[in-house]
């Protein structure tokens, strides 16, 4: 198994352009939000509280586990971020104008557009193509540079 260091150096080889890098930091969390809706609208038949268990919630606790099995300080910032993302998706749920499965819908595929754009202007393709599992390392990439700028280990 390769370690998260590995991970990150491996992804950023195709992510060296100024540009592609901003696209990055704003498309990688909308496509992690959006996925997370997508999946916070496919409620479960149970409740803990009063509150709807939703399949984002499960596969959140699971993502949580894959970060924290490639860092022991990783996985904080991403169930910081991971539940923030579950909580805008419970009020755009309970009060937003469109539906949260449209509103992520829109969100993915312009989100997408723009990596792909990245890519083109970087020159290289997406680290995805070569393996699934960059999929994962994209938001972790990310939140390695809060990390570094805050002083904080891997």
Same mark, same amino acid.
């Given at each position: 198994?390769?370690?998260? @260091?590995?991970?990150?150096?491996?992804?950023?080889?195709?992510?060296?352009? @100024?540009?592609?890098?901003?696209?990055?930091?704003?498309?990688?969390?909308?496509?992690?939000?959006?996925?997370?809706?997508?999946?916070?609208?496919?409620?479960?038949?149970?409740?803990?509280?009063?509150?709807?268990?939703? =399949?984002?919630?499960? &596969?959140?606790?699971?993502? %949580?586990?894959?970060?924290?099995?490639?860092?022991?300080?990783?996985?904080?910032?991403?169930?910081?971020?991971?539940?923030?993302?579950?909580?805008?998706?419970?009020?755009? @749920?309970?009060?937003?104008? &469109?539906? !949260?499965?449209?509103?992520?819908?829109? =969100?993915? =595929?312009?989100?997408?557009? *723009?990596?792909?754009?990245?890519?083109? =202007?970087? *020159?290289?393709?997406?680290?995805?193509?070569?393996?699934?599992?960059? !999929?994962? %390392?994209?938001?972790?990439?990310?939140?390695?540079?809060?990390?570094?700028?805050?002083?904080?280990?891997?």
């Amino acid at each position: 198994m390769k370690t998260l @260091e590995q991970w990150l150096g491996e992804y950023g080889e195709s992510h060296q352009n @100024e540009t592609n890098k901003t696209i990055h930091w704003i498309c990688v969390p909308a496509i992690f939000f959006s996925v997370v809706g997508l999946l916070y609208g496919i409620k479960l038949p149970f409740e803990i509280s009063g509150y709807h268990i939703n =399949v984002a919630m499960v &596969v959140m606790l699971l993502v %949580i586990i894959y970060y924290a099995s490639l860092s022991g300080t990783l996985w904080i910032g991403m169930l910081l971020f991971g539940a923030f993302c579950l909580l805008i998706c419970h009020f755009i @749920e309970i009060r937003f104008f &469109v539906p !949260l499965w449209l509103f992520c819908i829109i =969100v993915f =595929v312009i989100a997408w557009v *723009g990596q792909f754009y990245g890519h083109k =202007v970087e *020159g290289k393709k997406p680290s995805f193509l070569k393996d699934l599992q960059f !999929l994962m %390392i994209g938001p972790a990439w990310l939140m390695s540079f809060i990390y570094r700028k805050l002083g904080i280990k891997l």
